[in-house]
C-alpha cells in the first residue's frame, strides 16, 4: 500500500482508539503523510507502545471517551486548529438478540459508539467552522447497513452512526465541514466479540459461514479513513462508505 507524502502536512488530526486496530492503522497512515496527531485510547499500554514504535508526531491521551471531562482533555492536546477528527473507537456487543439484552451492555455500547462520538464531534465543530474547514470520519459497521451482522446493542448503534454522519453532513457541508462514515465488514484487529447468546449462535452461524467475505487487514480501513479526511474528497460527504470486501452487496 502506497502512501501520500506530504498529504496532511500543517494538519492536526485527532483518532480515537488510535491504541490498536482501525485507528492505530490510522494514525500510522497519517503520520507517514505528515499529519500531527493526537490518538485517544482508554488502554494506555497500547498507546505507549504506539508511541514507543511509531515515527511521527504523536501526542498520546489516555482518556475513557464515554467520560465528558476527556473531551477538555483531547482539545487541549490538539490546540486551536483541528483539521480532522476520526471517530473510529467502538466495541462489540455479545451478539443478543432483543429479548436478552442486559442494560449495562445496551447502555455501555451507546455510550461508546454513539453518545461519545456526538460529544466529540460537537465539541472540534466550534474551530473548523470558525476556518470554514475540516473533516469527520465516523467508523460504523456492516452492522449499520444490516440487521443480520451482531447483536442488537451494536447494530442499533451502528444504524445510528449513520444517521448522525449525514445529519452533521447535511447541517455543516455548506460551511465547509464534511462528514462521512465508513462501514467496515470483518477487520483483523484486538477487537472482542464474545458470542453470549445460544439463539443468536443458531440465527446468525449459517449466514455467517456463507456470506462473510474473508477479513480485511486494519490497513484497508486505514486508506479509506484517511481519503475521506483528506482533501481528495473533498466533494464527498454525508457518504456512508462500505468497506467490506462486498459483503454489502449480498
Ligand atoms: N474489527 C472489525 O471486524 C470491525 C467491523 C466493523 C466495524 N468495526 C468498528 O471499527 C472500530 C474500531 O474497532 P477495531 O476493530 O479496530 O477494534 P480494536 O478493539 O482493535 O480497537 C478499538 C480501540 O478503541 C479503544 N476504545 C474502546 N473503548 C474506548 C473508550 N471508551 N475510550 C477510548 N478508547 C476506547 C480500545 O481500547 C481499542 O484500542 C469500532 O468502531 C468497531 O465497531 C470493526
Redesign the pocket.
Known sequence: MSFVAHRFAGCTVIV?????????ATVERLVAEGARVIA????SE?LALLTDEVQGDITAVV????EPA?TDRILEAAGPRIDGLAN?????DGFEPTAEIADETWDRVLA??LT?MMRLTRAVLPSMLDRGAGSIVN?????GQRGSAAGTP?TTS?HAVNGFTTSTAFFYTPKGVRCNAV??????????APFRSEWAGQRLGPLFQTNIPP?AR?EE?AAAITWLLSDDASNVSGAILAVDGGWASI
Open positions: 480515537t482508539g488510535g491504541g490498536a486496530g482501525i485507528g492505530r485517544v485510547d482508554v488502554f497500547r482518556a475513557d471517551i464515554t476527556s473510529v473507537a467502538g466495541i462489540m461508546v459508539n461519545a467508523v460504523g459497521s456492516e452492522a451494536y451502528k462501514a467496515p465488514g470483518p477487520v483483523a484487529t484486538s477487537i472482542e477479513v486494519p480501513l
